[in-house]
Structures are given as C-alpha cells and as structure tokens.
C-alpha cells in the first residue's frame, strides 16, 4: 500500500519531510506514526494505513506535492518474523596481522588518523605514548620530523668513490640566512564548526513573510497600561481547588483575561473588526486566537465563540490546543478564522513587549510577567502583584480612543473580577 502526503487545507499544496520515525525495513503497525510533515502552517504526523514492512521513497528534508507517494508498506512481510542477524566474526587484530605479515596499527583517534595520512606516516612503526599505547598528535608531529631530517654523517653500506675535491670558491658576500616557515596544522576531525546554515522551515517561512506583510501594509500601533493582579490572584487562591476537581483543570490566568476581553470587544467592537478592500467588516461573535509556542515556531489556534464559553470550557480547550501543539496533531481549521489575539510573553519571563498583529485581524493583547512592585493606592506606597499589557492595533481602523478604552476596560475587569464573572 502506499503512503501519501494527506491535504491539510485547501490553499496548501506542498509540504517537506521533516523526519522519518522509522527506516525502510521496519516492520510498521496499522496507525503507528511514520513520518513528521511540515506545510507553512503547520507540522504533522503521517501514519501506517495498515501492517506491514516499510519502504521509504521521499528523504528528509525533501519537499513533496500534497497527495504524492513518500513511502510504501509490504502487508506480505506483515507476518513473517525478522530474521535474526548473525554476529559478525571479527578476527583479532593480531591474528589478522600475523595472516598479512605487518604489524598491527596502534590506536588512535580518526583525527589522529587522518593527520598521520596527511603527513605521510607509517603508524606501523610507531610506539604511541598516550594511555593504552594510543598515539597522539605529538607522536605523529616528532614521526614526521625525524623523517624529513636529513641524515647527518650517515655513511652507506656500499660507499661510492668519493668525487675529486672541487677548487675552493672564490670570495664573496655571505650567504643569506633562509628562515623557515611554520607549516599549518591541518585541522582535525570533529572540530567545531563557527558558522552553522540550515534552510528554513516552511512553518518559519511563513511566519517571517507574515511578520514583514504586518509591517508593510498595515499601520500599526501600540498602547500600554498596567493591571493590579490582587483580587484575581485572590479568585484563584480562594476556588481553584475547588474548580480543578470539579472541572479536571487549572483555573489558569488566560480564560479569565478571554473573558474580559470578550466582554471589552462588544463595547469597543471597532477593535474586533477587520478591513476587507475599503468595508470594515465587524464581527459580531468572538472568536479568540491564543498564542502557543512550539519548537516549529508560534501558532495561534482559535476558541470558536469564546464570549459563550464557561471558563472550565476555555481552559480544557487550550489545553487540548496545546496537547495538539506537542504532538504535531493540530489541524489547519483549528488554526483558521480568528477576529482577536491574546500572546502571554509571561510564561517565558517577559516584562513588556510590542506584540505585532495576526492579520487581517485589528488588535491583539500582549500580557506580560507578574512582578511584585511598590504602588501607590489611596495615597498610600504599597507593594502589589503587577502585570504590564499591551494592546498594538490597526491604527486605519481603530482609533487612538477606542484603542486606550478597551485597554483600560480590560484593566478594570482584570481588577475588579467579580463585575465581569457576574455580567457573564
């Protein structure tokens, strides 16, 4: 039977063979994975249509149509057990230079190797002085020297007659000192290399394309405000445990800051539209990209109706996101569509940021580290979890008004937890 490259999504049309999890000769399972595929907007698992043994065709870093045979499965050798190997007979060292009448070669390292057969050393000959007999680069260096000297007062077995002693030259300026030059040290195996070029994946291709588009053709601009985090981290002290038993998942700080956002969108709904030509097309539904982060690069896969969706609902669907995200599983529709972005820089330490939009979308919220901080509240310093955010925006579409005022509402929701839990 043949394996395919499957359709991911009807505007992508080639793909690359990012890795084979198994070699031509394996003998493969009925939905065992095989392969990881990479497209421009995601990466997946290829798997077994049946049992069999393999043949792969397409090699890794290859790319591929979508719907071309990259590997095929024998379903005839499915049943027959792998033969064992028979160990291979390996005959001393010793023995096999006592067959061929030469010494054996001492150990030695393959840059060792390679050195002593760039400078024209017999190994054979040599006795190594490192641990065990090796024999290092000095030997080979010292094995080199004393072959090139020249032989000093050596006198031969069969002497010649000695040539007629030739006049004594006639004075003159003295000879000029040559000076000699160092030869270079071939440079050895395994050394590290200082410059390291590898094609980009068609998922960071993408990626950087869509970053420079922002760039180009929109007019973006960010905002930025500050969110006191006391009572929502109080919230999530006082019920989280409760709500993990009953709903089998953390209370985390994303479906909270979903639900503020959601309910700030329908009083600023500017910021949940987009432009198409020259209409605004405004949403009137939320449908929330979240930011995940992966060894590929960003994706944002997307909560469909997130305004009607209970916090427990949110929280497993992020969670079931990013179990796709890990696994190479996430599908293209889950990735589609999407009218605003939240991208929680927190996780990885960031302080502040300028998240850069998700087009065509109009506004996306950067949330960013908490980090405890002296404030002043009713005229007096305390100290207070803080968390800075960031709103960037399409400033063709959303003006600097409505852009500060879903900000400050987002703030104020965040704050005071308890108004946007019971409007919900």
């Known amino acids: 039977m ?20 198994r070699k031509t000769g ?49 379903d005839r050798g499915a049943a027959e057990p792998p033969k064992a190997k028979a160990p291979k007979a390996e005959a001393p060292k010793a023995e096999a230079a006592e067959e061929t009448g030469k010494k054996p070669t001492p150990p030695m390292s393959p840059s060792g190797r390679k050195l002593a057969r760039e400078l024209g050393v017999e190994t054979r000959e040599l006795q190594g002085s490192g641990r065990g007999g090796r024999v290092t680069k000095a030997d080979l260096l010292r094995a080199e020297a004393e072959r090139t000297a020249p032989a000093e007062g050596a006198t031969s077995e069969e002497p010649e007659a000695a040539p007629p002693t030739p006049p004594p030259p006639a004075p003159g300026p003295p000879p000029v000192a040559t000076k000699e030059v160092p030869r270079p040290e071939p440079r050895q195996e395994g050394a590290e290399q200082r410059v390291v070029r590898k094609p980009m994946t068609p998922i960071r291709k993408r990626i950087a394309e869509r970053l420079v588009s922002v760039r180009q053709q929109t007019a973006m601009l960010t905002t930025f405000n500050e969110a006191d985090m006391t009572q929502l981290m109080l919230l999530r002290k006082k019920h989280g445990e ?37 209409d605004i097309v405004y949403h009137n539904y939320c449908d929330i990209g979240v930011a995940v982060g992966s060894d590929k690069g960003l ?17 497993q669907t ?24 939240i991208s929680n820089g927190g996780v990885y330490g960031s302080m502040l940021s300028t998240p850069i939009l998700n087009p065509p979308q109009s506004g996306v919220l950067g949330m960013h580290a908490i980090q405890e901080r002296a404030v002043v509240v009713n005229s007096q310093i305390v100290v207070r979890p803080m968390m800075y955010l960031a709103l960037s925006y399409d400033h063709r579409l959303v003006d600097g008004k409505g852009a500060v005022g879903f900000l400050k509402r987002v703030k104020e929701y965040i704050e005071e937890p308890e108004e946007m839990l019971l409007e919900g």
Do not use: Y
């Not at 043949?2 to 999890?21: H, Q, Y």
């Not at 392969?35 to 043994?53: R, S």
């Not at 792969?56 to 071309?68: C, D, R």
């Not at 992020?318 to 190479?328: D, H, P, W, Y």
């Open 26 to 74: 394996d003998v493969v399972a009925k939905d065992e994975p095989l392969c990881e595929i990479e497209t421009d907007k995601v990466t997946l698992e290829v798997t077994a249509d049946g049992d069999g043994v393999l043949t792969v065709l397409s090699q890794e870093g290859e790319t591929v149509k979508i719907g071309a045979v990259i590997a095929t499965i024998d």
């Open 2 to 21: 043949d394996i395919k490259v499957p359709t991911v999504g009807e505007s992508v049309f080639e793909a690359v063979v990012a890795r084979w999890l």
């Open 299 to 315: 994706v944002v896969p997307v909560l469909r109706g997130a305004d009607s969706m209970t916090l427990a609902g949110i929280e």
């Open 242 to 278: 409760f709500f993990q038993k009953r709903h089998n998942v953390k209370l985390g700080l994303m479906s909270l800051f979903v639900r503020a956002c959601c309910a700030a969108l329908k009083e600023f709904p500017e910021v949940n539209a987009s432009i198409e030509g020259d």
């Open 318 to 341: 992020i969670a079931q996101f990013a179990e796709k995200v890990r696994s190479n599983k996430i599908a293209i529709a889950d990735l589609e569509g999407g009218t605003f972005t």
